[in-house]
């Protein structure tokens, strides 16, 4: 099947690095699923991981660290029509945007968000991440980190969020359904993706991804409890769908401009007897 | 003889209901046809300490703060002791004896007179009739105003505060014809049908006009007022609207709407402006329209919450790392609010670039009445096109402005990146090429914006020899303050936009022997700003910074 988003040419990530698997997970589902390049926009912040939308053939809005998850609900507020998929770090989705994440979860905007999970800094070169595992020594936790790690799909779980799944690229097949079927879903999907940083982080490497991570089987979404108690795992951590909802109100519904139709605002003029009404309002 | 105009002062407690007061008799007032001014200033708390609305009613329009009381109703002693330095031996003090204690007290028993139609509740209505008493306003218009406005509360509530606007209409009549209290403005029956429009009003109403249709914020004194007026008109205007979880995210939202096609907005102040500025160094970057409402109010930090300063034109000016292209305007008056909020969106989508409207909580926050005559349209559109295969959005063009396309619209890529990019939008470290002509594209920009700068307006001797320099909400006061002084030799120049100044600012100065600077805040910013691009180094600069905007008075001692 022709991937139609790829984009040849060179990268910024090391050999060996989880993205590029993972740029290859999303290259498959995204022609499997039939996306046309004209109703996707890609979403990141910054780091290595939020270069990922630079190396597409489509629209991105490449913005800050921390703040792909406004950006994004910005976007469907604007037109609802498109697709909107966010890709970036642990350090930019949980670190410095985690106040975003908790509110984008409560919003539920229409958006797919596929977090690069491996655990370190990898741009700024090798600090612990919100996701370190206790222990890690790095430059600056010298003493290794003390700190618990962030589980961002218990997280989201207990916020409700419409969709919560973990993939790693160490599973590709089991990955890409995941994505196909996050993008899918209705509402704020988010698959938290383990994959190794080959040059920072020594500790969880790809063989390390393997060797503590298990495929579910037998497991059904729509139990939260079971899903929390999935999500809450550690040591040998569950890949697949944790929590799946469907009725959950999405954000751009709600929006004033789509009560009656879903027409993009950019397409949209205001007549100046609109405002005149309102003006007139104040006599 | 008729006085030119009364100025009315209520104070009390938060929550005693001196806004409902306020808004009550400011509706048939005008109704009545007393030109009509209101503004109020606040503490930052939701219960007890002392708030203050100032209403004048003028035979011709009176649009700006003045310290002299003529009326002045206290509703508890604190009022009294916090206002003392207003009151005159010419002032009036209305109020209840069991309430405040004051040698000149004119005693009306707002709460006995309430509390016979079983409840204190209704004191604030006796209050209400009894100023309509004084003022000789035409009963029939006060009884229908407090009838629709109670009405929705059922027919007995409605009944007793028409019986006690009624009693205290009929001791305010006695005030006056007994001459105790001598309050005589003219009615001016060309106001009929008139507005009456708030600075935040003004601000929405102009943002639509201007074809905004995404208002997303965090809420913030004195910012807030414009975020809840654009949610007011949501369902009648198609407005998307959206209380974000902080200014971060409000900016950044903003700038993914406008991304899309959407004309976005944020209203913020200080702090939470603040909190946007990273976000408005991307709006640069990535060349994105956004208009950034920022109502000022007195820092550092949370500094006076509810009250007023042009203390960030500095911040507006140089907020966000790096260089990139914008506009400030700056409104003087409500109509200019409207406007200069409505060009901001057409400026912000033209030049692609941010643009502010640089208010202040003096400015939200006060009213009066205007013709709706006065507004017009302003034609506006997004400056979209629809693109095609190899759409490049950074595209080099000889004025810097790249044609805008959006995601959805055309078969293009459209690619926004924070990060310094090529003419498609990628991540490029192309120092010598693609860096320089970025940099060349953005200055192009910002050149064609100080080109396209508003010129100021000039009022008072257009041969003058001394020159009155403010910019903002001072606007009102000081012309005011000039048409009492009548100097033949002074003129007033007023710069509705502050940032770039207009290529004219040098040699309007430049004609004045002695230039006085006028500005709410601690340094002189704009005089400052002024030298910077200018060369001109105003000297003589009067400046307040207490929170209290300028009132009329003031510049009137200053001018003389």
């Known amino acids: 099947m022709e991937k139609i988003f790829d984009r040849t040419g060179e990268n910024a990530w090391c050999p060996g690095c989880g993205n590029i698997g993972l740029r290859n997970i999303m290259l498959s589902a995204m022609s499997e699923l039939g996306l046309k390049q004209e109703e996707v926009v890609f979403v990141s912040g910054i780091g290595q991981a939020a270069k990922a939308p630079q190396y597409y053939n489509g629209s991105f809005f490449n913005g800050l660290h921390g703040r792909a998850l406004p950006a994004a609900a910005g976007i469907k507020a604007a037109n609802p029509n498109l697709k909107v998929i966010v890709e970036s770090g642990d350090g930019d989705m949980y670190g410095e945007g985690g106040n975003h994440f908790l509110h984008a979860i409560r919003r539920n905007p229409d958006i797919t968000v596929i977090a690069h999970n491996n655990m370190v800094y990898g741009l700024t070169k090798g600090q612990a991440s919100p996701t370190s595992q206790e222990g890690m020594v790095t430059p600056i936790q010298v003493d290794g980190v003390f700190e618990e790690p962030l589980n961002p799909v218990a997280l989201a779980i207990a916020m409700d969020a419409p969709f919560v799944a973990r993939g790693s690229v160490g599973e590709m097949e089991k ?109 | 003889m008729a006085d030119k105009q009364a100025v009315i002062v209520l104070a009390g407690e938060a929550g005693q209901g001196i806004q409902s007061i306020e808004s009550m008799l400011v509706g048939i007032l005008k109704k009545d046809g007393f030109n009509v001014f209101a503004t109020k200033e606040y503490m930052s708390r939701v219960r007890g300490g002392v708030n203050s609305t100032e209403i004048i009613i003028s035979e011709n329009p009176v649009r700006a703060f003045r310290e002299k009381i003529d009326l002045f109703i206290p509703l508890n002693q604190n009022s009294i002791e916090r206002l003392k330095g207003r009151i005159s031996g010419e002032t009036a003090i209305l109020g209840d004896s069991t309430q405040v204690k004051h040698e000149k007290l004119i005693n009306v028993p707002f709460q006995r007179i309430a509390s016979e139609f079983g409840n204190v509740i209704f004191s604030n209505t006796v209050a209400v009739g009894s100023i309509c008493g004084i003022l000789g306003v035409n009963e029939e218009i006060l009884y229908s105003h407090v009838k629709s406005k109670f009405t929705a509360k059922g027919d007995e509530i409605a009944d007793k505060n028409l019986k006690a606007a009624s009693s205290g209409y009929a001791i305010g009549r006695e005030l006056k014809n007994n001459g105790i209290i001598k309050i005589s403005v003219k009615k001016n029956s060309s106001i009929e049908g008139h507005l009456l429009l708030s600075g935040t009003d003004a601000i929405a109403l102009g943002a639509l006009s201007g074809g905004c249709d995404a208002c997303f914020a965090y809420p913030m004194t004195p910012g807030s007022g414009v975020f809840t007026a654009m949610a007011s008109m949501e369902h009648k205007a198609a407005i998307a609207v959206e209380q974000a979880e902080d200014e971060i995210c409000a900016m950044n939202m903003a700038l993914g709407a406008s991304y899309a096609g959407a004309s976005s907005m944020v209203s913020t102040s200080g702090g939470g402006f603040a909190l946007m500025v990273e976000g408005l160094s991307l709006a640069g970057m990535i060349e994105t329209p956004v208009v950034v409402h920022l109502a000022q109010r007195p820092g550092p930090a949370t500094g006076l919450p509810t009250r007023s300063q042009q203390g960030d034109l500095n911040l507006a000016v140089y907020s966000g790392h790096g260089f990139f292209p914008r506009a400030i305007y700056a409104p003087g008056t409500v109509k200019e609010g409207f406007e200069l909020a409505a060009l901001a969106f057409e400026t912000a989508d033209k030049f692609q670039s941010p643009v502010f409207v640089l208010s202040d909580q003096y400015f939200v926050d006060s009213y009066y009445n205007m013709p709706i005559s006065e507004f017009h349209e302003i034609k506006y559109e997004k400056h979209i096109i629809e693109t095609k295969p190899g759409y490049k959005r950074y595209q080099l063009t000889r004025d810097g402005i790249s044609p805008r396309g959006v995601p959805g619209f055309g078969s293009g890529f459209v690619c926004a990146d924070s990060d310094e990019h090529d003419e498609e939008g990628r991540i490029t470290e192309d120092l010598d090429g693609v860096r320089n002509s970025m940099v060349e594209k953005r200055m192009k920009k910002a050149a064609l914006i100080k080109e396209a700068a508003l010129e100021p307006v000039i009022t008072g001797a257009k041969d003058y ?4 320099v403010s910019w903002g909400s001072n606007f009102n006061a000081i012309e005011e303050a000039l048409s009492i002084v009548n100097d033949p030799k002074t003129a007033f120049v007023h710069f509705p936009q502050v940032y770039p100044l207009p290529k004219s600012t040098a040699e309007i100065l430049a004609q004045a022997k002695e230039i006085i600077d006028i500005e709410q805040n601690e340094t002189g910013q704009f005089a400052d700003l002024i030298k910077l691009e200018t060369g001109i180094d105003i000297k003589k600069r009067v400046l307040k910074y207490n929170g209290m905007p300028f009132s009329v008075e003031e510049i009137v001692k200053v001018l003389k």
């Open chain 1, 175 to 283: 990955t890409k359904e995941i994505i196909k079927q996050a993008v899918m879903h209705r509402g704020f999907s988010l698959v938290d993706v383990f994959q190794a940083c080959v040059s920072f982080n020594k500790i969880n490497t790809h063989k390390w991804f393997r060797e503590h991570t298990y495929i579910m089987e037998g497991h059904d979404p729509h139990d939260r409890q079971a899903a929390l108690k999935k999500a809450m795992e550690t040591g040998n951590m569950p890949l697949g769908i944790l929590y799946m909802k469907e009725d959950r109100a999405v954000f751009e519904d709600k929006l004033a401009p789509y009560e009656k139709s879903k027409q993009p605002l950019y397409a949209r003029h205001r007549e100046f007897e609109t405002v005149k009404k309102i003006l007139a309002e104040k006599a």
């Open chain 2, 465 to 468: 020899s001394r020159l009155i």
